[in-house]
């Protein structure tokens, strides 16, 4: 059975929802929301609802989202929702894929199976998938549906710089740097990291000249910005012209956008997926295109 779905999204995303909606020609309901003062929640849903709902719930700021999630699908459940999708355009947790010291939660495979528990199906862009191949494998659903800004932040590139050199800020950033080069057939090149810490990052950079050029830092996501501020810097250091950063995630944690700014950055551009000044893009049509290919068996 193929019906068009009810997306549902929190008062804080009415916005990006919106534009899903109108994308996709979905209903739209906001989750009311009340936090009561202990900080317990309570959500009401629409008191009825169609077979197969879509819950929008980007998931910077994930704790209490988490919480939300588990409400809200439930509820649904209980008001006759029997396809439940997840669109988290950013999926939380998905860094930590393995135990770095005994005894450490790998919270990947935690989140990823609490909401498989919820959904059968889950949307994202770029999540950051490094030591497993497929969302799949992270977020056990019947089908986990990976999505990339890299071709829309290629195309805004494409349209701001002359001959730009890409370049990805550590190693697993190449596959996005590539697959926004490929595009439009910009030259590319990764650095390589190593964290010692939360805002503590050593760049190296690729053997490439890199003297006269239009750089811009490419990658999944900026957290506390120190590792496009490091390499920025050292590519400015290194002959570039300018340095712009273009991520699909604008996490921008405390001071991150001024760490970036003090480094010697020009423009930050972002996609949609976290809601910030520097949002560039939209994935609204890219999502919503992607909700009619979920097969919904009810
Ligand atoms: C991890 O490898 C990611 O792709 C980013 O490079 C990382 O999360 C950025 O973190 P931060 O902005 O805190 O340096």
């Not at 534009?19 to 309570?42: C, N, Q, T, W, Y």
């Not at 879509?54 to 029997?82: F, H, W, Y």
Request: glycine fraction near 6%; charged fraction near 20%.
């Amino acid at each position: 059975m193929k019906s068009t779905p009810l997306l549902l999204c929190f008062e804080d995303e009415q916005e990006s929802a919106g534009r899903i909606a109108h994308a996709g020609s979905m209903g739209l309901v906001k989750i009311e929301r009340h936090r009561f003062p202990d900080g317990e929640i309570k959500l009401r849903l629409p008191d009825t609802l169609p077979e197969h709902v879509v819950i929008l719930r980007t998931m910077n700021d994930p704790n209490e989202k988490l919480v939300e999630l588990l409400l809200a699908a439930q509820t649904a459940r209980d008001l006759g929702a029997r396809h439940l999708t997840l669109v988290a355009p950013y999926l939380a947790y998905m860094r930590q894929d393995i135990a770095f010291r005994p005894g450490e939660a790998i919270s990947q495979r935690i989140v990823g199976r609490f909401l498989a528990s919820l959904f059968n199906a889950v949307v994202t862009v770029d999540p950051h998938l490094h030591r497993v191949t497929t969302l799949q494998e992270a977020v056990p659903v019947a089908s986990a549906v990976v999505l990339s800004g890299a071709p829309l932040l290629s195309d805004l590139i494409a349209s701001r710089r002359q001959q730009p050199l890409l370049v990805g800020p550590d190693e697993e950033s190449a596959q996005w740097v590539a697959l926004a080069a490929a595009r439009h057939g910009f030259d590319y090149a990764v650095c390589r990291k190593v964290r010692n810490g939360d805002r503590a990052v050593d760049v190296a950079l690729p053997d490439r000249a890199v003297t006269g050029r239009q750089v811009v830092l490419l990658d999944d996501v900026a957290s506390t910005g120190h590792t496009v501020a490091r390499a920025a810097h050292l590519l400015l250091a290194a002959g570039a012209v300018s340095v712009d950063v273009a991520v699909t995630h604008a996490l921008f944690a405390g001071d991150a956008l001024q760490v970036m700014l003090d480094a010697g950055v020009g423009e930050v551009w972002s996609t949609d997926c976290i809601s910030h000044p520097s949002n560039s893009v939209s994935m609204a049509s890219t999502i919503a295109e992607a909700l009619t290919r979920i097969q919904v068996a009810v």
